[in-house]
């Protein structure tokens, strides 16, 4: 039986343009830079201003600072300008707003090439070729090397990798024989590099290293034979064995605390290492200038060579074109418009932010507890908008380049009714770890029992929580001699 029903629903539903501008928001100078390059290739109702560009490149920089500083500035509204306006218009057409970054004139107006490097890998080849080896050890290294991660550990198993190379090119080598070449492997430079464990990385790097004789032999027992003594700490265990006194105990200790248990690390190119920031702020007497790092994004208008197109005589020829040039014509608007809406949010966001952190951008030191909610609540937009402002973005400051979740700390409360920011009790932490006795430190109980003698509540494992979050180990792992 067909029924007819009456409901009534509230929803919210956003508009392709809102979803456009939210995408827009989240990303970072880079990402935004090949965004409108994508959508300069796919809709050719927009185009570079290449007048305005021009104008921007005469500019002298304090023109443009000042033009950062401006609030409230009236603009144009996006559904005021129509196709009509567009026909009619003359001058410049609809355009996105200018630039807020300049080059000053004492910097470069391009950064220099960064040098090539080459590749870990391609480094212990050279170097394992040099050695007296024939061409299935150097097809065998070559997998062994491409199958290290970038600590410089070999995850793999090696009878894994032996077995591929057999099967695809028809080779009987034994695991002895990778085991030999292996071992070459881990005496190249950096030694220990395609070790399966830290142990094996250790031994490595004492064999081939040029150490005190006397110390080396102490130092490969314990790795070889009292290694599970020696990540436990159990000096006294250590000194028995081996029988040696305990002077000698810790400058064998302090000799294998030198060595890199991380062999691998620290490989990376320049280019892995690069961050480009999205904010740059500037004191300036008892305010701060903030500077959007848009340099690179280019001025936008809409391409107005379209004119003739819509005023063809063919009727057909006119209706399909006005169709395609009024699709393209509003995405074009919409996202000039998404750009200089996130330019707004953004300037709006960071300028708050300072507001509330002006201790520390003025010292550098003293953040004060701030979640979204807060920062939310005085641009007066969700705390979704702010969380996409803060994702993956970096501000410039004069005490160097922070992400913008840096800003953002919950807080604790001391005794006398004032917020702490997590942050500074974490810094505390690691303060009262580093001037502890190093032969008696202390567990997180002590710890936590200064903290409240200072007026901090807090629990101890509240302290175990920062401890780790800072990657310091227990008490008992801290343990020196």
């Not at 410049?92 to 590749?119: C, H, M, Q, V």
């Not at 901090?456 to 227990?474: D, S």
């Amino acid at each position: 039986m067909i029924n007819l029903q009456q409901q009534l629903r509230m929803g919210l539903k956003l508009t392709p343009q809102q979803v456009q501008y939210l995408k827009l928001l989240q990303l970072p100078t880079i990402a935004m830079e090949q965004r409108i390059k994508t959508e300069l290739e796919l809709n050719p109702m927009l185009e570079i201003d290449e007048s305005m560009t021009q104008t921007l490149e005469q500019e002298e920089p304090e023109a443009v600072l000042e033009q950062v500083g401006e609030d409230g500035a009236e603009k144009k509204a996006e559904d005021s300008y129509t196709l009509d306006d567009y026909m009619n218009d003359d001058l410049e057409g609809y355009k996105s707003p200018e630039r807020s970054f300049n080059t000053p004139d004492d910097e470069e107006a391009y950064e220099p090439l960064i040098p090539s490097t080459i590749p870990l890998s391609e480094r212990l080849l050279s170097q394992f070729r040099l050695l007296d080896v024939d061409e299935t050890d150097i097809l065998l290294a070559e997998e062994i090397i491409g199958n290290v991660d970038e600590d410089g550990y070999l995850r793999r198993e090696l009878a894994l990798i032996v077995q591929d190379l057999n099967l695809s090119f028809g080779l009987s080598i034994g695991i002895e024989h990778a085991e030999c070449v292996l071992k070459k492997i881990q005496q190249l430079d950096p030694p220990g590099i395609g070790a399966r464990h830290l142990q094996e990385c250790l031994i490595a790097q004492l064999t081939v290293g040029k150490f005190d004789p006397v110390l080396k032999e102490l130092a490969l027992r314990i790795v070889r034979d009292c290694f599970d003594d020696l990540k436990q700490k159990r000096f006294d265990t250590l000194t028995q064995h081996l029988q040696i006194s305990t002077d000698t105990l810790k400058k064998v200790l302090d000799l294998i605390q030198h060595l890199n248990p991380k062999p691998g690390e620290g490989q990376f190119t320049p280019h892995e290492n690069y961050i480009t920031p999205d904010f740059i702020v500037r004191k300036d007497d008892d305010d701060f200038i903030i500077l959007l790092n848009d340099r690179n994004i280019p001025p936008l208008r809409l391409n107005r060579a379209y004119k003739e197109l819509a005023t063809a005589r063919n009727r057909k020829t006119d209706r399909e074109a006005k169709d395609f040039i009024r699709k393209k014509f509003e995405s074009a608007k919409w996202f000039i418009a998404s750009i200089h809406q996130r330019r707004e949010t953004l300037l709006k966001v960071m300028r708050a932010i300072i507001d509330r952190q002006r201790q520390w951008f003025e010292e550098g030191e003293v953040l004060k507890p701030m979640i979204y909610k807060d920062i939310a609540g005085a641009v007066g937009v969700d705390i979704s908008t702010i969380s996409r402002v803060v994702n993956n973005k970096y501000v410039q400051t004069e005490y160097g380049v922070f992400p913008l979740k840096y800003f953002f700390t919950a807080g604790l409360e001391s005794e006398n009714g004032e917020n702490i920011s997590n942050l500074m009790v974490k810094q505390h932490v690691k303060e009262i770890i580093d001037t502890e006795d190093p032969q008696k430190p202390l567990n997180d109980d002590q710890i936590a029992e200064i903290l409240r003698s200072e007026g901090i509540k807090i629990a101890r494992r509240t302290v175990a929580k920062y401890r780790e979050m800072l990657g310091l180990p227990v008490a008992r792992m801290r343990r020196k001699l």
